[in-house]
């Protein structure tokens, strides 16, 4: 499941609308409404070219659609540079 509260904050933090993320990716307006109201699934593909689009960055996209725990584990598990 997607956190919908944080994907919806960002794209209206950074100057974007719903309608144009579901353009941008391809897919219909109301199917991406329908995929943000359940918490629904999008396909890696779409979950790319939403990164792309809104843009996220990569701890933004790990956390918004790979939940919390594998956010988490990826922030202990980093090594120092």
Same mark, same amino acid.
């Given at each position: 499941?997607?956190? @919908? ?6 794209? @209206?933090? *950074?100057? $974007? $609308?719903?309608?144009? @993320? ?6 219909? *307006?109301? $199917?991406?409404?329908? #995929?943000? #109201?359940?918490?629904?699934?999008? $396909?890696?593909?779409?979950?790319? =070219?939403? =990164?792309?689009?809104? %843009?996220?960055?990569d ?10 725990? @594998?956010?988490f584990?990826?922030?202990v598990? *980093?090594? %120092?540079?």
């Amino acid at each position: 499941m997607i956190n @919908v509260a944080k994907l919806k904050g960002l794209i @209206v933090e *950074r100057g $974007t $609308t719903q309608q144009a @993320v579901a353009d941008s990716i391809g897919i219909n *307006r109301s $199917t991406f409404y329908r #995929k943000m #109201k359940n918490g629904g699934d999008f $396909t890696i593909a779409e979950a790319k =070219k939403i =990164k792309e689009e809104i %843009p996220l960055t990569d701890d933004e996209a790990i956390e918004i659609f790979f939940g919390k725990k @594998v956010a988490f584990s990826r922030h202990v598990n *980093r090594q %120092p540079a």
